[in-house]
C-alpha cells in the first residue's frame, strides 16, 4: 500500500492577526508548520507528503523545505480557497499511491496512531475522518439572541488528518468540479459523492491553530510534550 499526504499550508491567517502566516510562526525556534511534519515523519504508514503553500512562498522557500525533509517530495502553490489547494496537492500525487490523507499544516498535534488509524481505516471502507463527539451545549442564535437549543447527540466536531482511497477522491473532486460545489472538508465531497465516510476517534488536544489563543496553547502543548 503506497500513502501520500497533502498538508495545506496555504492560508495568510488573518484570523490570527500577524503579519506572518500562521503555518510559519515560530514555536520554540522552529515553525509551526516543522512540527506538523515532524509528527508524519514518525508514521511508518506515510511514504511522501505533498506540500501546499502560497506563491511566494513555493518561490522562495519551496526548495529549502524539500531539502530540510526529504520525505517532502513536492511543494505545490495553493488556490483561491482550501478545496483548490487541497486540489492542487492531488493533482501533485505520485502515480500508485493507494491512499492519499489530508491534513492541516497548523495542526500539529495529531500523532502517528492517528493517522495510522485513518489511513486503515479509509482502506477498509473508502474514506475515514478524524472527529471527537459534541460535548458542549449548542444554541441556534438569530439577531444576537437565542432561537433554540440543539441536540448534540450524534454531532461530531471534526478535524484532520482525513484519509481517502485515490481513486475515491479523485471521483469527489471531478463531481465537486462539474457541480461548481465547495465543501468545508474533503469529508463532505465524499457525502456530496454519496459514499459513506467513516469516524475515527481524534482528540481534543488535536487543535487547529486559529487564533492568538490557540497559538499560546500550543506553545504550553509544545512544551509539555519536549
Known amino acids: 500500500m503506497k500513502v501520500g499526504a497533502i498538508i495545506t499550508a496555504a492560508g495568510q491567517g488573518k484570523r490570527i ?3 506572518v502566516p500562521k503555518q510559519f510562526l515560530e514555536i520554540q525556534g522552529k515553525p509551526l508548520l516543522h512540527h506538523t511534519l515532524k509528527v ?3 508514521c511508518k504508514l506515510i511514504d511522501y507528503v505533498v506540500l501546499v503553500m502560497p506563491q511566494a512562498d513555493v518561490d ?3 526548495e529549502d523545505w524539500m531539502k530540510e525533509y526529504g520525505f517532502v517530495r513536492k511543494v505545490v502553490a495553493g488556490g483561491e480557497q482550501r478545496q483548490d489547494s487541497v486540489y492542487n496537492g492531488f493533482n501533485s500525487i505520485e502515480g500508485g499511491t493507494d491512499i492519499v490523507v489530508v491534513h492541516d499544516g497548523v495542526r500539529p498535534f495529531t500523532t502517528p496512531q492517528m493517522i495510522t488509524a485513518t489511513v486503515e481505516a479509509a482502506q477498509q471502507h473508502g474514506a475515514a475522518i478524524t472527529a471527537i463527539p459534541v460535548s458542549d451545549t449548542l444554541k ?3 439577531d444576537g439572541f437565542v432561537k433554540q437549543t440543539i441536540s448534540r447527540d450524534r454531532l461530531w466536531r471534526v478535524q484532520t488528518p482525513q484519509a481517502f482511497r485515490y481513486t475515491l477522491l479523485q471521483q469527489a473532486f471531478k463531481k465537486a468540479k462539474k457541480d ?3 465543501g468545508t472538508d474533503e469529508g463532505s465531497l465524499i457525502e456530496y ?3 459513506q465516510v467513516k469516524i475515527v476517534s481524534g482528540s481534543e488536544l488535536n487543535i487547529k491553530v486559529t487564533r492568538k489563543e490557540d ?9 509539555r510534550i519536549k
Open 17 to 19: 492577526g500577524t503579519s
Open 60 to 62: 522562495l522557500i519551496g
Open 193 to 195: 459523492l454519496g459514499a
Open 215 to 223: 497559538l499560546l496553547l500550543a506553545e504550553s502543548l509544545l512544551s
Open 40 to 42: 508524519f515523519s514518525f
Open 140 to 142: 441556534q442564535v438569530l
Open 180 to 182: 461548481s460545489y465547495y
